[in-house]
């Protein structure tokens, strides 16, 4: 089953999520630069705070604390050694492009917590090999988002169409080290369908995903009960849909990818 991943700075939201079996809870500290990359795009821009990876840490009981801090700067070395004083179990370092910048970031962590690197510039691809030959990452995040940005498409799902994402994962399966990539809202949700964004995961070998701001959007949904049944039917539907997955035979995943590949191009040209 996928490791399902999902970003609030909350206790009590994050209290949920856990509850509903999502693995990973995840606290979003970048902010540098993101601006400048995403603005005017409708994406999410943190406001996350160091407090607030404690206050998390705090309420979590079986679900692991992932942080992502920001991109090699001047203060790094400073907010990761806070960041693991407040108790996060996985680190990401986000929007790197070298194997320079993964090392200082391996070696600030030191082994008090998992790393996990999100390639999303067309640097970090160019760099991921040696990188993991160099074992300065435990797990790797596809961040499409950023990536097909710096590629200059249209749609971010078409890194699942054109390629780009496989490749990667190739890479990281040589090196035996757990990819993911991108988000997916629920079963009947996304503007790609959930369904093929699942099937995609699972013919590539993917081992985790976000769950997206299409899974459940805080902005628009504030009752907490209405949040607690999202979370509960919508983690069901995806944990029922991955069995569904588990028991196609390999033609069933060859044929979902071209569906998909015409549907991705039926959005771009759209």
């Known amino acids: 089953m996928l490791k399902l991943m999902y970003i609030t700075k909350s206790p009590e939201i994050a209290r949920i999520a856990e509850d509903a079996g999502v693995d990973r809870i995840f606290v979003d500290l970048e902010k540098i630069g993101k601006e400048l990359r995403q603005g005017g795009m409708n994406t999410v821009k943190s ?17 692991q604390l992932l942080v992502r801090v920001n991109p090699i700067h001047d203060g790094s070395q400073q907010e990761i050694r806070a960041v693991l004083d407040a108790g996060a179990d996985l680190i990401m370092l986000p929007y790197f492009a070298t194997e320079e910048e993964a090392a200082l970031f391996s070696g600030w962590v030191g082994g008090r917590a998992k790393r996990m690197l999100l390639v999303e510039t067309i640097g970090a691809v160019a760099h991921l ?7 300065l990452t435990d797990f790797v995040h596809v961040g499409i988002n950023d990536l097909h940005l710096q590629m200059k498409k249209k749609f971010m799902f078409e890194l699942l169409a054109d390629g780009t994402v496989e490749k990667i994962g190739k890479i990281c399966k040589a090196h035996a080290v757990p990819f993911g990539f991108g988000g997916v809202a629920a079963p009947g949700g996304g503007k790609l369908p959930a369904e093929f964004v699942l099937a995609e995961h699972y013919r590539q070998g993917s081992d985790a995903v976000i769950l997206s701001r299409s899974f459940c959007d805080l902005s628009q949904v504030t009752d907490i009960a209405r949040v607690t049944d999202i979370f509960r039917s919508g983690v069901a539907a995806i944990r029922s849909y991955e069995r569904f997955l588990q028991k196609q035979p390999p033609l069933f995943f060859e044929e979902t990818h071209r569906q998909m590949a015409r549907r991705i191009a039926g959005i771009t040209e759209g």
Do not use: F, M, P, Q
């Open 47 to 63: 406001d996350h705070t160091v407090a607030d990876v404690a206050a998390v840490r705090s309420v979590l009981t079986k679900a």
């Open 129 to 135: 090999d040696a990188i993991l030959s160099a074992h």
